[in-house]
């Protein structure tokens, strides 16, 4: 099993759609989370972190955590063409240190 | 601000030759990092610096070298080409905790023939 696990995808949403966004983590002792967005042929770009259980809301972006289910979640409302990219899951795996264990990408695509 | 400066951004090598990429931060992060992405594979660390004077192996080190030249810059080493090393290589930087997530450089397209 994978330390974390994402549908790759693809997803596809018609625009102005709710696209949800899912990834599940395989250490209990977690303690960051965050999703990543990366365009065709870009690096990859920090849009969300969440830290506690519960929902964090910035625009249209919100992140959902449950550490007892180990699973942290995206939802985008009001989805749009540009908002069509890989969306990548990093978690913090270990209480002690900095790296991160990143999640193969969902690949999104917001149909005009 | 720059923020994560690497360099080059493309590269093609023949199989045995040697380069180093190239990766400075500007942001006073203690922290830098090596990742390979590959399709299907995700990023996949390579080696990591958690602070200046130190380094760690990743997830998959072989075949590479890495020297924390000082606070800012973090260069990888392939001293023997492999095709199997082509890739897009990341470098990224945080600060010590990782709390605020890394940021990453533009990436090296690295082609092995």
């Known amino acids: 099993q994978k330390e974390v696990e994402q549908n790759s995808g693809p997803l596809s949403v018609p625009e102005g759609a709710i696209a949800s966004l899912n990834c599940t983590y395989s250490d209990r002792v977690s303690q960051s989370f965050f999703w990543y967005r990366q365009y065709s042929g870009k690096s990859p770009e920090l849009i969300m972190s969440?830290?506690?259980?519960g929902d964090k809301e910035d625009g249209r972006f919100t992140a959902q955590l449950n550490k007892a289910s180990q699973y942290v979640s995206l939802l985008i409302r009001d989805s749009q063409p540009s908002d069509s990219a890989t969306y990548l899951c990093?978690?913090?795996?270990?209480?002690?240190?900095?790296?991160?264990?990143f999640g193969t990408g969902t690949s999104l695509t917001v149909i005009p | 601000n720059a923020g994560v400066t690497q360099t080059p951004k493309f590269q093609v090598l023949k199989t045995g030759q040697s380069m180093t990429l190239q990766c400075a931060q500007d942001m006073n992060h203690n922290s830098m990092y090596w990742y390979r992405q590959d399709p299907g594979m995700g990023l996949r660390l390579i080696y990591y610096?958690?602070?200046?004077?130190?380094?760690d192996k990743g997830e998959v080190p072989n075949g590479y070298n890495v020297s924390r030249l000082n606070k800012r810059e973090f260069s990888l080493r392939l001293e023997s080409a492999a095709p199997s090393q082509t890739s897009v290589y990341f470098c990224a930087s945080s600060n010590y905790e990782g709390d605020y997530g890394y940021t990453f450089g533009s990436g090296t397209r690295l082609t092995v023939v």
């Open positions: 610096s958690a602070s200046e004077g130190t380094t």
């Open positions: 969440i830290y506690s259980n």
């Open positions: 990093a978690v913090n795996l270990r209480n002690t240190g900095n790296q991160f264990y």
